[in-house]
């Protein structure tokens, strides 16, 4: 399962992240900022290509990860766009997106 | 040296080549020899053979052989692999070894020389002794050979030379001394390569061999050593593939060896060895994944042997080196032409390396307690002073059971290396691996793993202590992640930073990273944020800070004298901090009130402050510096004695500022370049935090950009939300000074459009609404700046209306002056415009004027201008059209000599307004008028739109003397005014180019004199008038054809001569018979000596019709009585 789960604004900023709490956060946090240089290869690279556009799983960064754990999120995070009291690019505060990523990370303890 | 304990051994590293010894060469003082020696030395590329050559005495001792064993039954191995092993097939035992001798074939001392030959054969053989190493002989001869098979001698003691030195003729080489040594050399050293492949074919046999010999039990790791040694010479034979298959072996084999604590070390040496040479032999045959296979294989088999606990430390040193090598070996193939990719990049092995270098560190610091000291006898010691086999304990060499030995000599051992490891500059080594490690990432577009390395490197710096590089480091990334809006990073690297700045004692960086981490982009808790606040505080006041949590007690205590110092010094206690790059805990936005100001308005401006630290925080003063600095005293508020500056955390102040602008700066912008708010005092120490332009900084376009989205959303504008929300609140840097609201009104009056050439009028009304008097009032009047070009050449404009201007007036009228204009009073003015041209103009008014007013209490005079302008389209008046007719008024394509004509003028008013024509006349050239007194026909005449005036002269040519046919006219000239302009205005006088005609002569010219009528049975009498116009004389034949409508008296045919020059006149007595127009008895004439004149030509002269009253009946009685 999930160590650490962020979405990331197109700015790349991170507008959620959260992590198991046992481990080291900041740890975790360099993770994800790295693994952007890849993210943003990669979306560069689709957009020369004009590739299938609609193909939002990006693979691989690199640790495993897993498709239908993206899927799972990424409907709870058009959930969250689509509350109209949410404006786009402020950081996420949701419980429902807080318990669907509790869902997914490690149970620990 | 402890460090270099896990260095791989070169012999290991180098590319493995045959061992050749050259024997008999005396490089230092034989020439030839040395040139021998150079020609296989110098040049080595890669497309020689890989040999590596040597020279060697004739009598040198090669490493003896040992017995060879006949049986392995009671032999137990001390160990994989002894550590001379490699080094002895590279360098010490020659695969081949050549004997160079000087020996031609027809030497008068052959026989002497040939044993002697002999014997330096069996020397080099001797000391070869149980050894497979060949043994050749080059004879160095000075003659060039002859083709093989016919130097009879040669051949014959070859062989005796060959049978004296026990030889084979394949070993025996002959070389020539003469030009072409390179080649021969070439030719040689592939022959000794052949020779040293099969030494090293039969080296491999020969391990081969003993495997039968062996058993699982107590051989096995005999069985590596055997895979290795037959990979390495396979590897001296050049066969790579092979070498490959027999270290993956040799590799299997390694981890089936029973692993315990006393031998891991060994093991993992050795796989790390095997690892090593698969990996690059897989980058050489251009198969990189199976390397990084390999490699990945090889982590995932040994990262969990870690050994010895108490010396766990060793195992994260080897898997550190084993990461690095590999991002060497990657780095290298890279260097080769292999290319690597963004998510697989030496980088990565090359960060791996560093962690495990820190988890080094971290195991050293926990295992490696101060305090014991170095045991004595040294334990790491050896006789040999290294060790026989790699990866073993020197205080137990050779040693192979589970268990130690010696407890004690094992616990001291233990010590001795724990000890050892305490002196490793570990920091040193992270620090090295993660610059490598950042090159490669900035090679292949990683910029934020970069960064990320870059603070780890920075914290190692910090380890170290190395407090100005850790700053310098961290500095530089923290820029990425602010911008980048990283908060959590950001704010672990300014604690890191924080932690530097003040072990360092260094202020200025102190108050920098205290300022953000007290900022809102800080994620630290409140109380910590409330720690550094107090800290802040106490430095303002120049006193020393508390120290930061987490800091080395040995340093803190460091850091606190070096603050003492600090504080003590004086002077040197005001800093600046510009702070719009970062996010400072004082957030600043001004703003001006509007875009723009009258100069008439104070100028107003606001700035807002607000503070984001938990508790507030006191300011001494707020200055706001503009683009014009004399306005800066106007913009400063220092805290007085009892009022202080305070900002509560979570509130905006704003600050109000006014000012009055200067009159010169009318027109001009002015800007706010910066902003300072001073925090301190001068008693303790002042701290400028200063913002460029109105404020703002890293975070707050985003926060602003945020803002306004969701406004948008939500149609939340500022009117709606009265309480000052702070991320709405928009920046104003800079605002236009304008001059003041003109109280005056501008009035145009005309009529147009207006007439080409005419001096139009515009009348203009000024009225001041002013309260004071408008001083000044200056007019400035005419086209328009800004247009065609073409215009100003064609527009003429002029105060004076009585007379028309000439083009010397000029386009545009400049500061006419006006006089002073008292509150309500009106002025008028006329402009007149003469536009030469048709088309539109733009012209403009522009009354200026200055006038004295008072704001806020001071006097300023205020220049005010109001503009005005108009468009005006100018057309031409009339059309003229000018014909030549006929005094028949038949239309003229030529004009005969010297007989009279007509010339009709139309002048078609094109105007919208009624045109008074004034008069019209003509100036002829060379015609002259045959009336004599030419009148106007037109003086006075009103023409309507689209009325046509006409007029008609009677015109002749006199005879030119010129052969020039074609002549001008002359000029119609034509004076108008348009009608409602008063009596008074200029007349415009309009000139027409007649066009020209072309002239023809006449041979003979007739005209008629004839009444303007007749009357029915009276006589009509007409005379012809015949001019003979040429310079001879010209019989003419005439004749009248009889007319129903006439009778006639007169000559009805005759034939008569008229002389040059001269005329006849010829008279005729018509007799009408009936009334009406009636056709004239036709005149018939020819001339027989010019044959194109005829009657046709001269019919034209003549009348062809005439009128015919009918008869008068007298008024007699009878009628009357009838009536």
């Known amino acids: 399962m999930a160590v650490c789960i962020a979405v990331i604004a197109k700015e790349n900023y991170p507008l959620y992240i959260r992590s198991v709490p046992t481990q080291n956060e900041l740890k975790f946090h360099y993770t994800v900022h790295t693994s952007l240089d890849v993210v943003e290869e990669k979306i560069s690279a689709v957009g020369k290509s004009l590739g299938d556009q609609r193909e939002l799983y990006l693979g691989l960064l690199y640790p495993t990860e897993d498709y239908k754990m993206f899927r799972k999120l990424h409907n709870s995070f058009t959930d969250v766009m689509c509350n109209p009291f949410h404006n786009p690019g402020d950081t996420i505060q949701s419980k429902a997106f807080d318990g669907i990523v509790s869902g997914m990370m490690v149970q620990t303890g | 040296m402890a460090g270099s304990q896990w260095e791989l051994p070169p012999e290991l590293c180098c590319r493995p080549m045959a061992f050749v010894a050259l024997t008999g060469l005396d490089v230092v003082y034989n020439a030839v020899h040395r040139a021998i020696w150079d020609a296989f030395c110098a040049n080595r590329r890669a497309d020689r053979v890989p040999i590596s050559f040597k020279v060697l005495p004739g009598d040198h001792e090669y490493p003896k052989c040992r017995t060879k064993r006949t049986s392995y039954e009671w032999y137990i191995p001390k160990g994989i692999l002894k550590t001379g092993w490699m080094n002895k097939h590279l360098n010490l035992v020659p695969a081949l070894v050549v004997l160079f001798y000087e020996l031609d074939w027809d030497d008068p001392q052959w026989k002497e020389k040939q044993s002697e030959c002999a014997t330096k ?206 991002g060497e070996l990657f780095d290298e193939a890279i260097k080769l032409g292999l290319t690597a990719i963004q998510t697989q990049n030496p980088g990565f092995y090359y960060q791996q390396a560093a962690c495990y270098s820190q988890e080094r560190k971290q195991l050293a610091q926990q295992l490696c307690q101060a305090g014991a000291s170095y045991p004595s006898p040294d334990p790491l010691d050896t006789q040999s002073g290294g060790l026989d086999f790699y990866g073993q304990r020197p205080w137990r060499q050779g040693h192979q059971s589970i268990d130690p030995p010696d407890a004690e000599k094992e616990k001291t051992g233990i010590l001795a290396l724990q000890i050892k490891e305490r002196d490793v500059p570990h920091s040193e080594l992270i620090i090295a691996l993660l610059s490598n490690a950042v090159a490669q990432f900035k090679k292949y577009k990683c910029p934020r793993m970069k960064s990320h390395l870059m603070v780890q490197m920075g914290e190692e710096y910090y380890h170290a202590k190395d407090y100005t590089k850790a700053l310098k480091l961290l500095d530089y990334v923290m820029c990425d992640y602010r911008t980048e809006r990283w908060w959590g990073l950001l704010t672990a690297i300014l604690t890191t930073a924080l932690r530097c700045a003040y072990l360092m004692a260094s202020v200025k960086d102190y108050i920098i990273y205290c300022m953000e981490l007290l900022g809102r982009a800080s994620t ?138 200067k009159t010169e700066d009318v027109g001009k912008k002015i800007e706010m370049t910066g902003i300072e708010v001073m925090l301190g005092s001068d008693r303790g120490r002042c701290v400028f935090l200063s913002w460029r332009g109105a404020g703002g900084d890293a975070a707050s376009n985003h926060e602003a950009l945020q803002a306004s989205r969701s406004s948008r959303r939500w149609g939340r504008g500022m009117e709606t939300r009265p309480e000052l929300d702070w991320d709405n609140l928009i920046m104003q840097h800079s605002t236009m000074i304008i001059s003041r609201v003109p109280k005056i009104s501008v009035q145009l009056s005309h009529q147009p459009p207006a007439l080409n050439n005419e001096m139009y009028c515009i009348s203009l009304t000024v009225q001041s609404q002013e309260e004071g008097v408008a001083k000044e009032v ?346």
């Not at chain 2, 987490?550 to 460091?558: G, R, T």
């Not at chain 2, 800093?575 to 970062?582: A, H, K």
């Not at chain 2, 984001?612 to 683009?627: G, I, M, Q, R, Y």
């Not at chain 2, 007169?1050 to 008569?1056: A, S, Y």
Request: with cysteine; aromatic share 8%; proline share 6%.
């Open chain 2, 778 to 1123: 200056k007019l400035t009047a005419g086209l328009k700046p800004g247009q065609d070009a073409n215009l100003g050449q064609t527009t003429h404009v002029t105060l004076d209306g009585s007379k028309v201007c000439d083009d010397t007036a000029p386009a545009l009228l400049p500061d006419v002056p006006l006089g002073d204009l008292k509150p309500g009073e009106k002025l008028e003015r006329c402009v007149y415009v003469r536009c030469v041209s048709t088309g539109p103009r733009v012209f403009l008014f522009h009354v200026a004027y200055s006038i004295d007013t008072t704001v806020e209490g001071r006097q300023i005079v205020c220049k005010c201008h109001k503009d005005e302008t108009a468009t005006i389209e100018t057309v031409v008046p009339f059309e003229v059209s000018v014909k030549f007719v006929s005094t028949k008024f038949e239309p003229l394509d030529r004009v005969a000599v010297d007989i009279p004509f007509l010339l009709m003028t139309d002048i078609l008013s094109s105007s919208p307004w009624p045109l008074v024509l004034a008069s019209s006349s003509l100036q002829l050239l060379t015609m002259t008028s045959n009336t004599p007194q030419l009148q106007s026909q037109l003086q006075e005449v009103v023409l309507q739109t689209g009325e046509c005036a006409s007029e008609c002269f009677c015109l002749r040519c006199p005879p030119l003397t010129s052969s020039n046919n074609t002549v001008a006219t002359g000029q119609y000239l034509i004076s108008w005014r348009r009608k409602p302009s008063s009596a008074d205005s200029p007349l415009i006088q309009t000139t027409v180019t007649l066009p020209h005609v072309i002239l023809e002569s006449v041979p003979l010219y007739i005209h008629a004199d004839l009444p303007s009528f007749g009357r029915v049975r009276e006589s009509l009498p007409v005379r012809y008038h015949i001019e003979n116009r040429t310079a001879l004389v010209q019989e003419v034949e005439m004749a009248v054809e009889p007319s129903d409508a006439f009778m006639f008296s007169g000559l009805k045919q005759v034939r008569l001569r008229i002389l040059p020059g001269s005329e006849q006149q010829m008279l005729y007595n018509y007799y009408p018979l009936m009334a009406g127009y009636q056709t004239l008895p036709q005149l018939n004439i020819s001339l027989p000596r010019c044959p194109t004149t005829n009657t046709h030509t001269l019919r034209r002269f003549l009348p062809q019709r005439i009128f015919v009253k009918p008869q008068g009946r007298q008024l007699d009685d009878a009628s009357i009585a009838a009536a």
């Open chain 2, 121 to 326: 054969v069996e020397i080099v053989r001797t000391s070869l002794q149980g050894r497979n190493t060949k043994v050749a002989v080059v004879l160095i001869q000075k003659k060039t050979p002859l083709p093989p098979g016919e130097d009879l001698v040669a051949s014959e003691r070859a062989s005796s030379l060959c049978n004296a030195c026990d030889l084979s003729g394949k070993s025996l080489f002959v070389l020539p001394h003469t030009d072409h040594l390179v080649g021969y050399i070439i030719r040689l050293e592939n022959a000794f390569y052949e020779h040293a492949q099969t030494y090293y074919y039969t080296e491999i046999r020969r391990v081969k061999s003993h495997k039968e010999f062996l058993n699982k039990t107590t051989h096995q790791l005999l069985f590596v050593r055997h895979q290795f040694k037959i990979a390495f010479f396979s590897e001296l034979k050049q066969d790579t593939q092979n070498a490959l298959k027999y270290y993956r072996t040799a590799y299997s084999l390694v981890h089936e060896l029973r692993a315990h604590e006393t031998n891991m070390l060994e093991i993992k040496t050795m796989a790390g060895f095997i690892n090593y040479k698969i990996c690059r032999l897989c980058f050489q045959h251009n198969t990189p994944l199976d390397a990084i296979a390999q490699f990945r294989k090889h982590i995932d088999l040994c990262k969990k042997k870690i050994g010895s606990a108490e010396l766990a430390f060793e195992h994260a040193a080897w898997m550190s080196k084993q990461f690095q090598s590999f």
């Open chain 2, 524 to 661: 630290l808790k409140e109380e910590q944020k409330g720690r550094i606040e107090k800290n802040l505080l106490k430095v303002l006041m120049n006193e020393v800070p508390d120290a930061e949590p987490e800091c080395d007690p040995s340093s803190v205590s460091a850091a606190r004298s070096l603050w003492n110092d600090r504080v003590a010094l004086s002077g040197s206690n005001e800093f600046t901090i510009e702070v719009q790059d970062y996010i400072p805990f004082i957030q600043c936005k001004a703003k001006f009130f509007s875009p723009s100001f009258h100069v008439d308005q104070p100028i107003q401006l606001q700035v807002f402050l607000r503070a984001d630290c938990p508790h507030p925080v006191t300011l001494n003063k707020l200055a706001v510096s503009l683009s014009n600095q004399e306005y800066n005293q106007w913009c400063v508020v220092e805290s007085s004695g009892q009022e202080s500056m305070s900002l509560i955390p979570g509130k905006t102040k704003c600050y109000n500022f006014s000012f009055v602008a």
